[in-house]
């Protein structure tokens, strides 16, 4: 079964950009929709942002300004990059599938997710 | 931004026992609610999508109810494995996490 894996650096200094890839496996890349998430210690699950099999992307407006996903199709990845980040963005990230109603997918949950990575922001 | 509020934050139950978890929309998100399993150091697991519809290999002792702003999992039966986070997220209007109900061990 398809199966995902977060990968990048642990530690990232403020100001600087958070890049990290995630690596499908057990299947393809194309065709599906694939999504990025976090969660801080103590807090809730929040939705980064996605990304479409034609690379079109949508994101939370929370980060809208300073967040780029891409697609590496021949390799079965894609990749987050947040710029310019704080401390508030120490989190456990984690990639995923989006599972959508219809062909937009303007309506998605997400089966399966990695295991998660933790990025701490700290100089 | 809809609301996702579910409850208790924390329920303890025996071994065998049913726990009743709950989630509430500050507005209708119809029938759009998926449900999760998280352990940490573990991916997320998809329990329940569409309210009530269980996703692939999920026990049956998984169960999924409501619409509109209320929403119940149940887990008739609890096994050892079962004690863990579990999570609601609304895609009715994008998409919003509650924050979660942790079931320990009685």
């Known amino acids: 079964q398809v199966q995902l894996q977060e990968s990048g650096p642990s530690l990232v200094k403020p100001s600087e950009t958070l890049t990290l890839t995630c690596t499908v496996s057990?299947?393809?890349?194309?065709?599906?929709?694939w999504s990025w998430l976090r969660q801080p210690a103590g807090k809730g699950l929040e939705w980064i942002g996605q990304?479409?099999?034609?690379?079109?992307?949508h994101f939370n407006s929370t980060f809208k300004s300073r967040v780029r996903i891409s697609l590496d199709t021949p390799r079965d990845q894609f990749s987050l990059y947040l710029k310019s980040v704080t401390a508030a963005d120490t989190a456990l990230y984690f990639c995923?599938?989006?599972?959508?109603?219809?062909?937009?997918?303007?309506?998605?949950?997400?089966?399966?997710w990695g295991r998660g990575t933790l990025v701490t922001i700290s100089s | 931004e809809i609301v996702m509020t579910q409850s208790p934050a924390i329920l303890s139950v025996s071994p065998g026992e049913r726990a009743t978890l709950s989630c509430r929309a500050s507005q209708s998100v119809n029938t759009f609610l998926a449900w999760y399993q998280y352990k940490p150091g573990q991916a997320p697991r998809l329990l329940i999508y569409g309210a009530s519809n269980r996703a692939t290999g999920i026990p049956a002792r998984f169960s999924g109810s409501g619409s509109g702003t209320q929403f119940t999992l149940t887990i008739s039966s609890l096994q050892s494995e079962d004690f863990a986070l579990y999570y609601c997220q609304q895609y009715n209007t994008w998409l919003s996490f509650g924050g979660g109900t942790k079931v320990e061990i009685k």
């Open positions: 057990g299947g393809s890349i194309i065709n599906d929709f």
């Open positions: 995923a599938r989006g599972q959508c109603t219809s062909s937009s997918c303007a309506k998605v949950w997400f089966d399966p």
């Open positions: 990304i479409a099999p034609n690379g079109g992307t």
